[in-house]
């Protein structure tokens, strides 16, 4: 059974960052791409940030140049740098894995304001 785990959420003022980390296990964590995905209220999901097996990284226009995907996949986990917090970036933040899992985690908030 696949489980994924997401820490590192909170709150943080405009500017500053946050890492989140999702934690898998139940699954072969190095051939499946990862994702990064949030939710504000009354919104639909949408993605953040993706990660291939062979680390090719894929963003969000909204996100480029401040956000980073990274993977350790002798941990098992997911990473996600956020630099630059605007409150934009509130949301519940969810680690996605893809095919041929496709399992959610439980999300994290993320609360960015003064």
């Known amino acids: 059974q696949v489980q994924l785990v997401e820490s590192g959420g909170g709150l943080v003022q405009p500017g500053g960052s946050l890492r989140l980390s999702c934690a898998a296990s139940g699954m072969i964590f190095s051939i499946s791409t990862m994702g990064w995905y949030r939710q504000s209220p009354g919104k639909q999901r949408d993605l953040v940030a993706t990660i291939t097996s062979r680390e090719r990284t894929n963003y969000a226009d909204s996100v480029k140049g401040r956000f980073t995907i990274s993977r350790d996949n002798a941990k098992k986990t997911l990473y996600l740098q956020m630099n630059s917090l605007e409150p934009e970036d509130t949301a519940v933040y969810y680690c996605?894995?893809?095919?041929?899992?496709?399992?959610w985690g439980q999300g994290t908030q993320v609360t960015v304001s003064s």
């Open positions: 996605n894995a893809g095919p041929p899992y496709n399992s």
